[in-house]
């Protein structure tokens, strides 16, 4: 199990995805976030061995197709502690198949959505009972705002 106390700047986010564009958008918008990412990875062998070599991946953003492919890619990433954000690409009528605490992403899907799931997993920002706390700041100031949404 990795630990807790590291600070956000040197947890990053892996990024594995066969679809370069994907791939692309999801690194884009992590940078932009100012999130350090790892990847990204196009099969799931590149992206196993950064997993389980770099303990400084916190989070994980992985397509369905690649742990279609290669189911140790979710073993090692539940071994290790780090939180999965799936991207569905196809998803079935019914939902997909995974481990309860696997968070799922349906394409298509906006970037900030991954920006927004990283940024509260590298922050342990997660409440007791599991849902996600964005806190919000007034534009062009540090100031939080009074509220937080909960999803």
């Given at each position: 199990m990795r630990t807790q106390d590291q600070d956000i700047h040197v947890r990053r986010v892996l990024v594995a995805?066969?679809?370069?564009?994907?791939a692309g958008y999801v690194v884009a918008t992590l940078e932009d976030r100012g999130l350090p990412v790892?990847?990204?990875?196009?099969?799931?062998?590149?992206?196993l061995v950064a997993l389980t070599t770099d303990p400084a991946i916190r989070a994980a953003v992985i397509s369905q197709v690649l742990t279609a492919a290669a189911p140790e890619l979710l073993d090692a990433a539940e071994r290790a502690g780090v939180p999965v954000l799936l991207l569905?690409?196809?998803?079935?009528?019914g939902g997909a198949q995974t481990a309860a605490d696997t968070?799922?992403?349906?394409?298509?899907?906006?970037?900030?959505?991954?920006?927004?799931?990283a940024s509260a997993v590298l922050r342990d920002e997660a409440t007791e009972d599991g849902a996600t706390v964005l806190h919000l700041?007034?534009?062009?100031?540090?100031a939080p705002m009074d509220e937080a949404i909960q999803l």
């Open positions: 995805d066969p679809d370069a564009f994907v790892a990847g990204p990875f196009v099969d799931a062998e590149q992206a569905l690409a196809n998803p079935a009528p968070a799922v992403l349906a394409k298509p899907f906006a970037g900030y959505q991954v920006a927004d799931w700041q007034l534009a062009g100031t540090d």
